[in-house]
């Protein structure tokens, strides 16, 4: 499985960002792909995942309201929409997938991970 993001950059707070992931060498179609993220001297959380077969989604407390994640089948990319973005959420932010639904793959994580790219928001 091959994972590519794009995307990231710097914004200031309040704007909008758009994340793509695009994905690869899948063999079967009961898999999720989600985005993570990690800061410095922090954690890694599960930001928000989706099932590609049946769209289910998975979002974060902390961007509830905020983010929205969607799937392309035919293009094999998953987006993930910020808005309102806030300093917290600066990150780097990785692509990941795995076998399963959206809400194990946030919380306890994905099998393939893709190379993280950067967000920073800072006015």
């Known amino acids: 499985v091959q994972l590519q993001a794009s995307g990231g950059g710097l914004v200031q707070p309040g704007n909008s960002l758009r994340l793509s992931c695009a994905a690869s060498?899948?063999?079967?179609?009961?898999?999720?792909v989600g985005w993570f993220r990690q800061a410095p001297g922090k954690e890694r959380e599960g930001v928000s995942c989706i099932n590609i077969s049946d769209g289910d989604t998975y979002y974060a407390d902390s961007v509830k309201g905020r983010f929205t994640i969607s799937r392309d089948k035919a293009k094999n990319t998953v987006d993930l929409q910020m808005n309102n973005l806030k300093a917290e959420d600066t990150a780097v932010y990785y692509c990941a997938a795995g076998v399963g639904g959206s809400y194990d793959g946030c919380v306890y994580g994905m099998d393939d991970w893709g190379k993280g790219t950067l967000v920073t928001v800072s006015s």
């Open positions: 060498g899948f063999t079967r179609d009961d898999y999720a």
